[in-house]
Structure formats: structure tokens, C-alpha cells
């Protein structure tokens, strides 16, 4: 895939930056920003970096953020920000959440919007569901945009529950959902590795969870199968 990704907002102390809570927006989008793409990029993708440092105000960020997307032809485009508003300081035990947004309710990015959010919620947050708006970004962008809230900054619960290598890892996920590439096997000159053909015949499998109510696991599993994934329980 090519894939533009930008962290929303201009950089902590200049003007029209993000959120502040125990969690700073314009921060912590640029950490799991430079997560995501190097991510991708390992697994052979082509990312552009089309985030705005320098901004003079809200209108003049996004119109640049905007500009850099559509220099580039790409399959998608992901804005990825923080939410605010919940208010939580003392902690309730509970998060306010994930949400992504896009501009129509059909296509590859409500597709990815659905299976990040899914992935996201899978880390422990409340899934507050892919939802449509007309953001500039959404709307200005040439090619298919989703806008990504990980998680509210003003919430104690989110702030404690989020790390910015799981939250990268999540978008990822969500991102290739069925499209993860495997890698070819090797060339060789004919002759056989009997170690290498041994490695070859192990499984490797990615766990997402381990629970010791049922319920959960059940609930976790039918959020993996929802963002089109395939995958089953078993009982240690």
C-alpha cells in the first residue's frame, strides 16, 4: 500500500497545538505517528510523512497538512490524533475511549476506520465506533482518510491504559487488516538446510489475550472476527 500518515496539530508551545491532559496531544500523536510509519514501512510499505510543524494557526496547519497529503498518490490517508473532554481526573475505572472518523460510510477507509477501531478497543479502551464527519482533512484529502482519536488526554483511566507501541501496533493491525504481507521464502542453489527446512515447518502464533473469565475471551474473539480477522480460543 502507499499510506500518508500525519500527527494532527501543530507541536506542543506554538499555536493551534493539540489537547493537554495528563497526556499531551501534539506530543504523543508524533511518537505514535513515527511508530506507525516505521512499522509500515519494515513491512514493505511506501509511507509519506505529511505532518505540519509550522502552522501560524489552526486554518493555515490543516491547509498544509492537506497539501502535503494530496503531493502524493496513496491509497489512504491517516490522521491520527487524542481526544479531549472527558473530564476524568480522578479516575473512574473505566476509559472513555477510541473512535475513528471519515468522511463516507463505505470504502477502505471505513473499512481500516472499523478494524482499528476494533484493534484499539482490543487494548482495553472503550470502543466508541467508527463514526462520519466532515473534517477538513477528511473531506480536502484526494484519497480515501480516516482521522483517528486513540484515546482522551484529560482521562486518567485512557492515560494509565495507553502506550505508544501497542497503540502504533493496533493502527497497524487495523491499517492491513487481510494484507499483511508473509515473507518469501529464501532462493537457494538447489542443495537442502535440514536446520532451515526444520524452521520452516514450525508455526509461529500471535496472541492477543489471555483471560480467566470466559466471557472475555468470547468478547475479545468476536471483535477480532468483526475486523475481519481470524481467530479462535484455546484453553491453556
Known amino acids: 500500500m502507499r499510506i500518508n500518515v500525519h500527527a494532527g496539530h501543530n507541536p506542543d508551545g506554538k499555536a493551534a497545538c493539540g489537547a493537554i491532559g495528563f497526556l499531551r496531544e501534539s506530543t504523543e500523536n508524533r511518537k505514535v505517528k513515527d511508530a506507525v510509519i516505521d512499522k509500515l514501512r519494515k513491512l514493505g510499505h511506501t509511507v509519506y510523512d505529511c505532518t505540519c510543524d509550522n502552522g501560524t494557526n489552526s486554518a493555515d496547519n490543516l491547509a498544509k497538512i492537506v497539501a502535503a497529503c494530496n503531493a502524493h498518490e496513496v491509497d489512504l490517508d491517516v490522521s491520527i490524533h487524542f481526544n479531549a473532554g472527558a473530564k476524568d481526573v480522578i479516575g473512574n ?12 460510510d463505505s470504502g477502505i477507509a471505513r473499512e481500516c476506520a ?25 473531506r480536502n484529502t484526494k484519497a480515501p482518510a480516516m482521522l483517528i482519536e486513540c484515546c482522551f488526554v484529560d482521562d486518567k483511566d485512557d492515560a ?6 501497542k497503540m502504533a501496533d493496533a493502527i497497524v493491525f487495523g491499517i ?30 500471535v496472541q492477543v489475550g489471555a483471560y480467566t473469565v470466559k466471557e ?18 484455546v484453553s491453556a
Open 93 to 104: 475505572g473505566q476509559t472513555t475511549g477510541v473512535e475513528v472518523y471519515t468522511y463516507k
Open 114 to 138: 472499523e478494524r482499528v477501531c476494533n484493534a484499539i478497543a482490543g487494548l482495553g479502551f472503550k470502543n466508541r465506533g467508527a463514526k462520519i464527519n466532515n473534517f477538513y482533512v477528511l
Open 160 to 165: 494509565e491504559l495507553y502506550d505508544c507501541q
Open 176 to 205: 492491513i487488516g487481510r494484507q499483511m504481507e508473509t515473507e518469501k521464502e529464501p532462493e537457494t542453489d538447489g542443495t537442502v538446510n535440514n536446520a532451515a527446512a526444520e524452521e520452516n515447518k514450525k508455526l509461529y502464533r
Open 216 to 233: 472475555n475471551a468470547d468478547a475479545m474473539l468476536k471483535q477480532l472476527k468483526k475486523a475481519g480477522f481470524d481467530a479462535m480460543i
